[in-house]
DNA sequence: GAGTTAGTTTACCGATCAGCTAATTAACTG
DNA sequence: CAGTTAATTAGCTGATCGGTAAACTAACTC
């Protein structure tokens, strides 16, 4: 995958599992075997979850005795709306839609 | 990657490429070889990733003569928008974050 | 029909991904 | 210290990804 902020961010977010982390996570912080609890996956795979996760910036992980407990760093989804809000217009409603082909078309014809 | 239209989406929407094809689209339909041009890419890349958009439903293609023109199709990125906007009150504001870690702390000890 | 333009399909390649098992590290507990 | 609990690392596998070159299809043009 390539390594840019944007791509690692929406890459992170493409997979039901670690979008289910970060939905558990939204209720407060947990440790590796809470957060796994649910999966029907060994704790590797979870930790391999979490590592993705945390080079997306999407979450932090501190030191408690024996715990690291995982907390969720929502910033890098602040990027990821921003980028999408670009095409809000071409969603929001038909009219829009429209307006938008319409502009793009006298754009094309230098009108 | 995961099927489910979510992950598509994002699966998508994870490489510069990609994205920046979508970037074009918003300025209205353009041709295969007319999206490639930019980019140090052989055709078939292109083809590739195209059909990885078609998939996600964010292009739709049409016929017209010996052109397969593509258009954007936001309509995917309003669902992954709201999926994140479930985590939007975490980066709103720092007041909020500590808000919602205190709710999260709240709940794990039942008061 | 021959040639050209637009685009896709096929087959291949190396890299990364998502999962597993087994082994290891780290910290607490008796 | 021995044992347990929490989590990571290492090493393996099969599948998918992103790219290529070569061959093919489809439609237009002379």
Known sequence: MATDQLSVVFGALADPTRRAILA?????????????????????????HLKV???AGLISRGREKQWRPCRLEAEPLRAATEWMSRYREFWESSFDKLDVHLRGLM????Q
């Open 107 to 110: 754009k094309g014809t230098e």
């Open 24 to 48: 558990r996570l939204a209720d407060g912080p947990a440790t590796v075997n809470a957060l796994a609890e649910p999966f029907d996956m060994t704790l590797p795979a979870i930790s391999k």
């Open 53 to 55: 996760l945390e080079r």
